[in-house]
């Protein structure tokens, strides 16, 4: 059984939660093994903040590349059926033929670091002719008022924003915007039972 991806907790923990909504995405909750939350929640919130007070400046891209390789080598050795790949500076990015969106056609679940006030993790769930699906774990109501987002309401399961492809390439710091290109970061994951050959994908022209 699948089961609603989940909001972050605190102000921090965009980076866990959206790995873990990844996976939940992909596999069911009787599938999904105790030892990845463990290993998820034991390497993120690794970054100090100015104060120098401890896990109150997020995950860092050490952390989420690091966890990516981690289940990888789990899967290897338990033959779980997750697939993991990191993308990081000028392969970030959205287009008819970027990494990004044909790991999305194939099924897979992407976590990305965008802005949103500050930088923040979400995860990238599905394409349609609008735009890009992706759930967002810090729990807003809205409404936005920069066009081109859009909340989802109705499907607890994968997605709680629509986002037009054209403001994810943005190198300034506005919402759902990937930021400067030498910062941008991504982990695509994929459920190798269920990942959709590219002759069986749906291309949508952005």
Not at 4 to 23: F, H, K, M, V
Not at 142 to 161: C, K, M, Q, V, Y
Request: charged share 20%.
């Amino acid at each position: 059984m699948k089961i609603p991806l989940q909001y972050q907790r605190t102000e921090y923990d965009c980076g866990p939660t959206s790995l873990l909504n990844a996976i939940s995405f992909l596999v069911h909750r009787e599938d999904f093994p105790p030892d990845i939350l463990r290993h998820f929640m034991m390497y993120t919130l690794d970054s100090y903040n100015e104060k120098g007070e401890a896990y109150k400046n997020g995950t860092s891209k050490m952390a989420m590349f690091f966890l990516a390789s981690w289940l990888n080598e789990y899967a290897r050795v338990t033959k779980y059926p997750l697939h993991a790949e990191t993308l990081s500076g000028e392969k970030v990015f959205i287009s008819e033929d970027s990494p990004i969106i044909e790991a999305l056609r194939q099924g897979g679940a992407v976590v990305t670091r965008v802005f949103l006030g500050c930088g923040h993790y979400v995860t990238l769930t599905g394409i349609t002719e609008q735009g890009i699906r992706l759930f967002d774990p810090y729990y807003y109501e809205g409404p936005f008022t920069e066009s081109g987002i859009a909340l989802i309401h109705d499907a607890p399961f994968s997605a709680n924003r629509l986002v037009d492809f054209e403001l994810f390439n943005r190198e300034e710091d506005a919402s759902y915007a990937l930021g400067p290109v030498k910062n941008r970061e991504a982990v695509l994951i994929y459920n190798t039972n269920t990942r959709q050959t590219p002759e069986n994908t749906i291309e949508y022209f952005l």
